[in-house]
Each structure stands twice: as C-alpha cells, then as structure tokens.
C-alpha cells in the first residue's frame, strides 16, 4: 500500500543520502530498462530523486508523496512521456490510481543477449573524467548497469564503486599506468563476478530453476563424459539454486559467497576425474577457478555402450522428470558438440511430451507414436548441428565458413546462389552466436 511505498523509498533516502541514493537509482533503472537511451534514464532519476528529497523531508505533508508518484505516473502515461518507452505502458496506462503505479513500477525490459561495454583505454577513459567527472561518472553507471543487467544488484554496485575509485585514484596519480594496473588485477576477481552472475542470472532469468540444472547437469556430461548422472545431479542442481537464491537477493555477497562454495563442491567432485578440472581447481582464487571451469571446450566423445531408454511407465511415473533427464544426459554426454540451444529445446519437447501423453488414456500409445516420429527426424538434427558447432569451435573462420559452403553446395543441389548465400549467413550466424559455451539462451532458442 501508500504507507509502506513512501516508508520505503523514505528510509532508503535517508539511510543512504542524496547521491547515494541516486546512484543506486542510476544502476537500478539502467538494469531495469536495459534498453533506454542514457537521456531516459537520467530523466527518470532526476523526478525520484526529487520527489524522495522534497516528500521524505521532515515535516513534508504526509499526502505529498501520494500525490508526486501519482502526477509521476501520469507524465509515464502522456504520449510524449520522456521516460523510457517499453511495450507494456500503455496496458498500464488503461488503470488508475494506485494499480497504474504497481503495474508500471513492474515493467522491466528483457535483457540485452550480450554484455555490450567496451571499456575504453586508461588514457580515454581519463580525459572523459577531467571533462566532467559527474558526467562521467552517471554515463558510466548507465552503459554498465544496462549492460550487465542481470548481474546481482550488489555486485553491480561494488564493481561500479571500485572502478569510479580506480579512474578517480588514477587519472590524478603520478604514474596513471601502473596505478591502473594495480587495481584492475585489485579489482579482477569482481570483474570476473560480474560477468559471471550476469551469465548466469541471465540463463536462470530466460529458463527458470529447473531447466538451469538441466542446462548445467548437461554442460558437465559434454566436459566429464565419464562421470556419472549420480555424480553430476548434485552439481547440476547446486548450481541451479546459487541462481535461485542469489540472482534476486539484495545480500552483499550471496552470489560471490555462495557461488564459491559451489566451485569448491565441484573441484572436489571432478578434479580426481578429469586433469583438465584438476588443473582449473589448483588455482588460489576460487573465482579465476569457476571462470576457467566455465571456459573449457567440451570433452571428445567417449566409446560408450548404448543407452538405456526410459520405458513409457517409467516417464509417466513419479521419477517422471529424472528418467527423461537421465535419458537427455545420455544423449547430451555422446554428443559432446551440440550447442545448450538444441539440448533445452530437447528438454522443452521431453517436458511437453510427458505433459500430453501421460494424463491421455493410454500414455504408452501417444507415446510410442510421438516417439516414432522423434526417431525419424531427429539423428538428423543432431547430426547438424553437432557438426555445425564441432566445426565453428575447432577450425579457423574462414576455412569453417568454406567447408560450410562446399557441404551446402552437396546437399542443397536445387538452391540457387541467393538461397545458398543465405542458408550459409543463416548458420554462420547461428554458430557465431550460440556454438558458444555463454550464448544467449533466448537469442539461440529462436535461432535453432
């Protein structure tokens, strides 16, 4: 209600006083509308920060308050609004009063697919400080916060506050060169946070806590094809909830702390199993660690007998869920290439398969004649793609791009140039993008 909005952002102001307050404003919106223009978001934080600093005074008229996010709430609805534009404001606009201002505070853009911030050199990034360190410091803020607007909002502010101290230690330094060198590697482990949470939390906010632990359960059978499905759920389903518990948390460390005990669990699980993670856990730093974990290409596919298939009592019964994961782990562990977008479409269609079939009155038969038709289309999807991203990861652009052209050529005889032109863009553009081990998850489902 009223009480409790005012009370909050009263005692956020005054906890954190005015420039506190509006550079956490500044990460906040930039996160939340990761596509507005720098002009939006600084209008919008301007009119906050004066209705908290003009209503949260002592003796402000208790309706004061009410009535700014009210006239606030119109201005977002008026056709010329100079606040960030998003597709959901005019559904909001259609409500009054207090609902209006709940569903408009709710918008969120979606996030950008890949981090866009190119941080500039030392030299650049201090002639922009000494033109006008607030300027600076506010468009920093913007490009950083919309870029990695996924990450956890406390790590976003610690890794925002230690590099504006870093350019404002530097550019006034003596010897600019090795300061600046000196806190980037100070600073490195949280670098490597934020990137990390944003991966992270970007896959938990576009796939939700089940589909991530597949999505992870499956990224470790590729890397560990030995280990077993027994060894890796744990690990899969540890990951899933660091994202669950700390994607959202306001908690100083939740996701440095929480994400470092994980990377300790799976050191100790794999690194007796594979010398590639032996050789990632020795390091000190258990973030450079997770980082290179992260990082390794898949495993080359192992000899392994033929697996076991879930039996149609077995997927509608209560361990429903395990037998089809299991199922995809073993087809994910044999197929070290195929890209996280192909696996969670397997995973979506496993998922609505058991929905459909196993509330029919006879689930054997919808299943067994779905099944028919997957064993007829999908080896040679499969086959496609892993041959696509096996390719892209192993071999120099140029020489992919040409064999990608002569098999097009092979197995597409009736195209014309144009058509061929385009089915070669078409998957080139698909395997620059989601061959990789941080491809974005709702980008790449579009694509496959």
Same mark, same amino acid.
């Given at each position: 209600?009223?009480?409790?909005?005012?009370?909050?952002?009263?005692?956020?102001?005054?906890?954190?006083?005015?420039?506190?307050?509006?550079?956490?404003?500044?990460?906040?919106?930039?996160?939340?509308?990761?596509?507005?223009?720098?002009?939006?978001?600084?209008?919008?934080?301007?009119?906050?920060?004066?209705?908290?600093?003009?209503?949260?005074?002592?003796?402000?008229?208790?309706?004061?308050?009410?009535?700014?996010?009210?006239?606030?709430?119109?201005?977002?609805?008026?056709?010329?609004?100079?606040?960030?534009?998003?597709?959901?404001?005019?559904?909001?606009?259609?409500?009054?009063?207090?609902?209006?201002?709940?569903?408009?505070?709710?918008?969120?853009?979606?996030?950008?697919?890949?981090?866009?911030?190119?941080?500039?050199?030392?030299?650049?990034?201090?002639?922009?400080?000494?033109?006008?360190?607030?300027?600076?410091?506010?468009?920093?803020?913007?490009?950083?916060?919309?870029?990695?607007?996924?990450?956890?909002?406390?790590?976003?502010?610690?890794?925002?506050?230690?590099?504006?101290?870093?350019?404002?230690? =530097?550019?006034?330094?003596? *010897?600019?060169? %090795?300061?600046?060198?000196?806190?980037? /590697?100070? #600073?490195?482990?949280? +670098? $490597?946070?934020?990137?990390?949470?944003?991966?992270?939390?970007?896959?938990?906010?576009?796939?939700?806590?089940?589909?991530?632990?597949?999505?992870?359960?499956?990224?470790?059978?590729?890397?560990?094809?030995?280990?077993?499905?027994?060894?890796?759920?744990?690990?899969?389903?540890?990951?899933?909830?660091?994202?669950?518990?700390?994607?959202?948390?306001?908690?100083?460390?939740?996701?440095?702390?929480?994400?470092?005990?994980?990377?300790?669990?799976?050191?100790?699980?794999?690194?007796?199993?594979?010398?590639?993670?032996?050789?990632?856990?020795?390091?000190?730093?258990?973030?450079?660690?997770?980082?290179?974990?992260?990082?390794?290409?898949?495993?080359?596919?192992?000899?392994?007998?033929?697996?076991?298939?879930?039996?149609?009592?077995?997927? =509608?019964?209560?361990?429903? *869920?395990?037998? %089809?994961?299991?199922?995809?782990?073993? /087809?994910? #562990?044999?197929?070290? +290439? $195929?890209?996280?977008?192909?696996?969670?479409?397997?995973?979506?269609?496993?998922?609505?398969?058991?929905?459909?079939?196993?509330?029919?009155?006879?689930?054997?038969?919808?299943?067994?004649?779905?099944?028919?038709?997957?064993?007829?289309?999908?080896?040679?999807?499969?086959?496609?793609?892993?041959?696509?991203?096996?390719?892209?990861?192993?071999?120099?652009?140029?020489?992919?791009?040409?064999?990608?052209?002569?098999?097009?050529?092979?197995?597409?005889?009736?195209?014309?140039?144009?058509?061929?032109?385009?089915?070669?863009?078409?998957?080139?553009?698909?395997?620059?993008?989601?061959?990789?081990?941080?491809?974005?998850?709702?980008?790449?489902?579009?694509?496959?």
């Amino acid at each position: 209600g009223r009480a409790y909005v005012r009370e909050k952002v009263c005692q956020e102001y005054r906890m954190l006083g005015k420039e506190n307050f509006r550079t956490l404003n500044i990460i906040a919106n930039s996160r939340k509308y990761s596509n507005g223009t720098f002009e939006e978001i600084s209008h919008l934080v301007r009119e906050i920060v004066s209705l908290a600093e003009t209503c949260c005074a002592d003796g402000a008229d208790p309706s004061c308050y009410d009535a700014g996010s009210t006239a606030l709430s119109v201005k977002s609805c008026s056709p010329d609004s100079p606040f960030p534009a998003h597709p959901g404001t005019a559904e909001c606009c259609s409500h009054e009063g207090l609902e209006r201002k709940l569903c408009l505070a709710a918008l969120r853009h979606p996030p950008q697919p890949l981090p866009q911030y190119l941080q500039p050199s030392d030299k650049e990034l201090c002639q922009a400080f000494r033109q006008d360190p607030r300027e600076f410091a506010d468009r920093f803020l913007y490009e950083y916060s919309s870029s990695y607007s996924q990450a956890p909002l406390p790590v976003l502010l610690g890794s925002t506050r230690t590099f504006l101290s870093m350019v404002s230690t =530097c550019c006034i330094s003596q *010897a600019p060169a %090795a300061c600046f060198l000196k806190e980037k /590697l100070e #600073r490195k482990t949280l +670098s $490597l946070l934020t990137l990390t949470s944003n991966r992270i939390c970007s896959r938990f906010s576009a796939y939700g806590k089940d589909k991530v632990s597949f999505s992870y359960l499956a990224s470790l059978a590729q890397k560990v094809p030995a280990a077993s499905f027994e060894d890796l759920l744990p690990l899969a389903e540890g990951a899933a909830e660091v994202s669950s518990q700390c994607c959202d948390s306001v908690a100083e460390d939740c996701m440095q702390k929480k994400l470092l005990e994980h990377t300790a669990k799976v050191c100790t699980v794999l690194s007796a199993r594979d010398g590639r993670f032996a050789d990632c856990c020795k390091g000190k730093n258990l973030m450079e660690n997770h980082f290179c974990i992260l990082a390794l290409p898949p495993a080359p596919a192992p000899k392994l007998p033929e697996a076991s298939k879930p039996t149609n009592k077995e997927l =509608c019964g209560k361990e429903g *869920a395990l037998h %089809a994961a299991r199922s995809l782990f073993e /087809l994910a #562990r044999r197929h070290p +290439s $195929l890209p996280d977008a192909v696996l969670s479409k397997l995973y979506d269609s496993s998922t609505k398969l058991r929905a459909e079939c196993c509330s029919t009155k006879d689930p054997s038969a919808c299943l067994d004649s779905k099944r028919k038709r997957m064993e007829a289309e999908l080896p040679a999807l499969l086959e496609e793609a892993s041959q696509l991203c096996g390719q892209y990861n192993e071999l120099p652009f140029l020489e992919f791009k040409k064999r990608l052209r002569d098999r097009l050529t092979r197995t597409e005889p009736e195209a014309s140039p144009a058509q061929l032109e385009r089915l070669l863009e078409q998957r080139v553009s698909f395997a620059s993008t989601c061959c990789l081990p941080d491809a974005p998850p709702l980008l790449c489902a579009s694509k496959v």
